[in-house]
Nanobody, 121 residues
Framework: QVQLMESGGGLVQPGGSLRLSCAASGNIFSVNGMDWHRQAPGKQRELVAAITSGGSTNYADSVKGRFTISRDNAKNTVYLQMNNLKPEDTAVYYC???????????????WGQGTQVTVSS
């Protein structure tokens, strides 16, 4: 089994910054892509940012220039640095990771439990 543990959410004023972390642990041989999604009340979950094992990144248009995704492969951890936050960034943020398991080398997508980000004055 594999667990994804997220941290770093909270309440921040507009224009402020937060850094989210998501660490994968357990039966891991390697981790392929790692992503951040978010879901606001009454809206569908959307992809915010993605990063490959080689470090290539992709962002939603709404966060380009404000958010930065990065990862530490040695720690199986992905980060999301969020700057110049806006009220419309308020949502539950979820990480996911495509994991290759030890031994069997099977592939599976795992999700974190979510962390709340609230941007409000």
């Amino acid at each position: 089994q594999v667990q994804l543990m997220e941290s770093g959410g909270g309440l921040v004023q507009p224009g402020g910054s937060l850094r989210l972390s998501c660490a994968a642990s357990g039966n891991i041989f390697s981790v392929n892509g790692m992503d951040w999604h978010r879901q606001a009340p009454g809206k569908q979950r959307e992809l915010v940012a993605a990063i490959t094992s080689g470090g290539s990144t992709n962002y939603a248009d709404s966060v380009k220039g404000r958010f930065t995704i990065s990862r530490d492969n040695a720690k199986n951890t992905v980060y999301l640095q969020m700057n110049n936050l806006k009220p419309e960034d308020t949502a539950v943020y979820y990480c996911d990771a495509e994991v290759v398991h030890l031994g069997t080398r099977t592939l599976r997508l795992y999700w974190g439990q979510g962390t709340q980000v609230t941007v409000s004055s």
